[in-house]
């Protein structure tokens, strides 16, 4: 695909946006732009082309779990959901709107949210969907690259030409599903952490000798053979496949992922030795997955692995955790904080090609992405958001041209501008991010009044 696009309207020449991707950022990315009634080619390689990855057609899916973390405002990824609310997303409405229980997470229908977005998109009359890969893009047209980790190794090439910059390559993993009607209630039970809100995790209790059955089990499984050019795959620290986690000592899972800690069963009152936990999947809470088992095990290793968990040893796996390959580009060197490429403003990225990690990352770049493109095409002046705000700090981190070796990153409170506290709010952990939280809202909600952004 390299076509110059222009419509006509109203005796004007206007282009059309082309937004590469139909995701979370490019998804959000398009129905921003059609609420300015400005008109788009929406280009999803799926169905016709896999990802290895994906499950569906549909856009907006969740590929590797069902939540997008805390709604809170004193945890960084809550704050990130209110401010985009404050810009208006059109995403997250519908992210409330399929919601399941899953304690203090933000957990959701992932089928029944992709379907919703996917019939939004495509009956929207400004979006013009188009089911076809794009290999080449073409430089003069005001366009947004939203092609994600599992970007095609044809546009991949392409794009590596158009910034003169090397990829970087790191792996993600997922986890199992299983279904609720096959676990062991006997022994399972339903509990969150510390007993805080609804009942709404499944617990698998482990005693010792359970754990180090489960351990060597874990630890002399076959892996799937990486391809050639995965070898020395790097791993984003918080999705490290369980067998990668276990390399690391006998008692890290107990410290991570089967921690423990505040999940008795009140029925045997019993300490235990190590926790599997399980959170809801769908809306009607008849799938969970294996929370922390992102895993590159081979299908028969897991069936074993999952089926020696106190509770899953007849469970039914509907979905079994596989591994693919996620490409980010150098964002320091590429991009600036609005999003758009240094050397050509009419290029942006969104998601998590930008090298931002998360749900609630890739929808917050698609909604700036897109906000921005409609400015750039009225020849407003962008919007570079204050990095007292979670979206402008995030922002700001993956073009800071001082990283020497740039990772990616999700929200988090270690890249938002601090501001003077005394010592005694200083250590109180959750009072310092309520109030950070706050500011950056009250500053949000500035940029926007003067803007006139809603």
Same mark, same amino acid.
């Given at each position: ?51 290895? @990855? ?6 907006? #899916? ?7 973390? +805390? ?27 399929? %919601? ?13 949210? +992709? ?20 290999? =080449? ?42 279904? %609720? ?68 000592? #006998? ?56 089926? +020696? ?26 991009? %600036? ?42 020849? =407003?002046?962008?919007? =570079? ?7 402008? @700090? ?16 999700? +929200? ?5 501008? =601090?501001?003077?506290?005394? %010592? ?31």
């Amino acid at each position: 695909m390299g076509i110059f696009h222009k419509i006509v309207k109203k005796g004007k020449q206007m282009q059309k946006v082309v937004i590469v991707g139909a995701g979370l950022a490019g998804s959000e990315a398009a129905l921003q732009l059609a609420k300015e009634k400005i008109y788009t080619d929406l280009y999803e390689m799926r169905p016709n082309i896999n990802t290895g @990855a994906h499950k569906t057609d549909k856009f907006a #899916e969740l590929v590797c779990s069902n939540s997008l973390g +805390s709604y809170d405002i004193t945890n960084a990824s809550g704050l990130l959901k209110h401010e985009m609310e404050i810009l208006g997303s059109v995403l997250m409405p519908e992210i409330l709107n399929c %919601k399941v229980p899953a304690g203090g997470a933000l957990a959701i229908d992932r089928e029944l949210f +992709s379907q919703k977005i996917t019939t939004m998109i495509e009956e929207n009359p400004y979006i013009n969907v188009k089911r076809e890969e794009v290999t =080449e893009i073409c430089e003069d047209v005001p366009v947004i690259i939203a092609s994600g980790p599992l970007t095609s190794d044809k546009l991949a090439e392409n794009i590596k030409k158009i910034l003169g910059q090397e990829y970087l390559y790191f792996f993600d993993a997922i986890a199992p599903i299983v279904e %609720k009607d096959s676990i062991d209630f006997n022994k399972a039970f339903y509990l969150n952490r510390y007993n805080k809100g609804d009942a709404d995790y499944i617990n698998c209790p482990m005693t010792k000798d359970e754990y180090e059955k489960f351990y060597r089990i874990l630890i002399n499984s076959p892996k799937i053979e990486l391809k050639s050019f995965e070898k020395g795959a790097k791993f984003f620290e918080s999705c490290l496949p369980i067998e990668v986690l276990a390399a690391r000592g #006998e008692d890290t899972l107990r410290f991570g992922p089967l921690k423990p800690v505040g999940l008795i069963d009140e029925r045997t009152g019993n300490v235990n030795y190590a926790v599997v936990q399980l959170r809801q999947d769908n809306k009607s809470a008849s799938l969970y997955n294996l929370v922390g088992f992102q895993t590159n095990l081979k299908w028969g290793s897991q069936k074993e692995l999952i089926h +020696s968990v106190p509770g899953l040893e007849n469970a039914n796996i509907v979905r079994y955790g596989v591994m693919h390959r996620n490409t980010f580009i150098n964002s320091p060197r590429c991009l %600036k904080p609005t999003l758009q490429l240094r050397k050509k403003d009419n290029i942006f990225f969104a998601g998590q090609i930008t090298g931002t990690e998360g749900y609630t990352e890739s929808i917050a770049s698609g909604l700036l992405a897109g906000i921005n493109m409609t400015r750039y095409l009225k020849g =407003e002046s962008l919007l =570079e958001l204050p990095q007292e705000t979670m979206l402008g @700090a995030l922002t700001h981190y993956i073009s800071f041209e001082g990283h020497s070796s740039f990772q990616p990153v999700n +929200s988090n409170w270690g890249i938002l501008s =601090e501001m003077p506290m005394d %010592k005694k709010v200083r250590k109180n952990k959750k009072l310092k991010n309520e109030l950070l939280g706050k500011r950056a809202i009250d500053i949000l909600n500035e940029v926007v009044k003067f803007n006139s952004l809603l």
